[in-house]
C-alpha cells in the first residue's frame, strides 16, 4: 500500500484586513523545508490618491535584506481589488519577507495581504 505523502503549510498574514497608510515589513518566515509559495492580496476601497506594492525580499548571510527582482507586484492604485501578488517555486532562500510600501496620499481600507508555503 502506497504511503501518504505529508505536506506542510505556513500561513503568515502581513496585513490582516486594515487600513493602509504607511510602509509595512512582514516578519522573518523561516522557509526551510518549503518550496511553492504565494502571495494573496485584497484590498478595499482608496480614499485619495494612495498607492501600494509589494515585493518579497530575502535575507542574505551577512543578514541583509535584499529584494528578489522576479518576485514583486508594481504599485496597484485602484481599490477594490484583489489577486495574487506572485507564486513561485524556491528553494534558494532559507529566510523571506513580504513588503509592502506605501506612496502616494490618503489609504486603502481593509487591506489583507498574506504569504502562503507548502511543502
Not at 523545508?33 to 501600494?52: E, L, M
Not at 527582482?69 to 507564486?87: E, H, M, N, W
Amino acid at each position: 500500500m502506497p504511503k501518504a505523502i505529508m505536506s506542510s503549510t505556513i500561513v503568515t498574514k502581513v496585513i490582516d484586513n486594515a487600513t493602509f497608510n504607511a510602509t509595512v515589513l512582514g516578519q522573518d518566515i523561516n522557509l526551510k523545508g518549503f518550496s511553492n509559495f504565494n502571495v494573496t492580496y485584497n484590498i478595499g476601497t482608496a480614499t485619495g490618491s494612495p498607492t501600494i506594492a509589494i515585493k518579497l525580499q530575502y535575507k542574505g548571510i551577512n543578514g541583509q535584506w535584499y529584494d528578489d527582482p522576479d518576485y514583486s507586484l508594481t504599485a496597484l492604485s485602484a481599490g477594490s481589488t484583489s489577486g495574487i501578488a506572485f507564486k513561485g517555486f524556491m528553494e534558494a532562500y532559507d529566510t523571506v519577507r513580504v513588503v509592502c510600501t506605501y506612496t502616494g496620499s490618503g489609504s486603502f481600507a481593509g487591506v489583507s495581504v498574506a504569504f502562503r508555503a507548502k511543502s
